[in-house]
């Protein structure tokens, strides 16, 4: 049986194809899945977020504070640290307070926080 040169190179290129397909499909599908075991890794630090979110006034400390104490506190999680948590914890109740301080936009805005 012979067979036509054409023949072999259109089959690679064929499989080449399909291969490359695959590749992109599998890197789209664990590209999702380390997104979605980054949320898990952070949510107690948002679930204690939220809890202090409660007692936010006008003034409220900036989102990096915010994001600041999350990492703090999945860090002290993470090293199984009570002192940790709690530290954080201590430390952004206090930019808390500072922030429900200020009366009005400007000296709130002023002092870093933000105006809600």
């Known amino acids: 049986m012979k067979t036509k040169k054409g023949d072999m190179s259109i089959n690679v290129i064929i499989v080449a194809a399909i291969a490359l397909i695959i590749l992109v499909v599998l890197v789209v599908i664990f590209t999702g899945r380390i997104g979605v075991f980054n949320q898990g890794v952070s949510k107690e630090g948002n679930a204690q977020l939220v ?66």
């Open 51 to 116: 809890k202090m979110q409660i007692t936010y006034g006008d003034c409220r400390p900036s989102t990096s504070t915010q994001s600041a104490f999350t990492t703090a506190y999945d860090a002290a999680m993470a090293s199984k640290s009570q002192d940790g948590q709690n530290k954080a914890i201590s430390e952004f109740e206090s930019q808390i307070s500072s922030c429900k301080s200020n009366t009005d936009k400007s000296t709130c805005e002023g002092s870093g926080c933000k105006w809600a």
